[in-house]
């Protein structure tokens, strides 16, 4: 069993910036890649950034250039910056990653961008 918990979430004008950060814990030694989703409302779980355990990392086309996913203090943390946020980055997100052939998913952070 994994557990994720995510933190940092909250309210920003557009334009303004947040930090997300995922720790994982249990069973964290067979985690491979982390990553970032997102869901608006009415909307589908839309990918957002992803870092393999390698350290290979994908955006989705929608975020390039404005967040950056890091490893934050190992394996069983990632971080997410988001900076010149959007009003249509206004969603809950969360953090998600594979164990043992699992599925894990945080409880979600909301991020409210205001225009």
């Known amino acids: 069993q994994v557990r994720l918990v995510e933190s940092g979430g909250g309210l920003v004008q557009a334009g303004g910036s947040l930090r997300l950060s995922c720790t994982a814990s249990?069973?964290?030694?067979?985690?491979?890649?982390m990553a970032w989703y997102r869901q608006a409302p009415g909307k589908q779980r839309d990918f957002v950034a992803r870092?393999?355990?390698?350290?290979?990392?994908n955006y989705a086309e929608s975020v390039k250039g404005r967040f950056t996913i890091t490893r934050d203090g190992g394996r069983e943390r990632v971080a997410l910056e988001m900076v010149s946020l959007k009003p249509e980055d206004t969603a809950i997100y969360y953090c998600?990653?594979?164990?043992?052939?699992?599925?894990?998913w945080g409880q979600g952070t909301q991020v409210t961008v205001s225009s």
């Open positions: 249990g069973k964290t030694f067979k985690i491979t890649a």
């Open positions: 998600h990653t594979i164990s043992e052939g699992t599925e894990y």
């Open positions: 870092i393999g355990r390698g350290g290979n990392i």
